[in-house]
């Protein structure tokens, strides 16, 4: 099994997830289980369907995902009622972001 596409989410965090594991047999079913356990992770922009290659060992599941940009900085302008940390507080980013 091989997922494409991680670039900052945890690959063990994905494996986690997923029901599809080495020497059992796939399925349909299994495979759409897995797209919506990625999807529901909340970490992906898209999750594309499951590719099945072919290999001497068996077949060979290649999940792929495009992960949601990384978000660097955030900036706050305007705002005249809540403290820049109050509000980074309150959008649970901790008062150190």
């Known amino acids: 099994m091989e997922i494409r596409g991680l670039r900052n989410v945890s690959e063990q965090l994905v494996r986690g997830v997923l029901r599809t594991q080495r020497?059992?047999?796939?399925?349909?079913?299994r495979l759409a289980e897995d797209v919506t356990a990625l999807e529901q992770?909340?970490?992906f922009e898209?999750?594309?369907?499951?590719l099945v290659e072919p290999t001497p060992e068996g077949p060979r599941v290649v999940f792929r995902v495009r992960e949601y940009p990384r978000?660097?900085?955030m900036e706050f302008a305007g705002n005249t009622v809540l403290s820049g940390e109050a509000v980074r507080i309150?959008?649970?980013l901790g008062p150190a972001f």
């Open 41 to 43: 992770l909340g970490f």
């Open 46 to 50: 898209e999750v594309l369907p499951p």
């Open 23 to 29: 020497g059992q047999l796939v399925t349909r079913a």
């Open 71 to 73: 978000i660097l900085a």
């Open 90 to 92: 309150h959008l649970a």
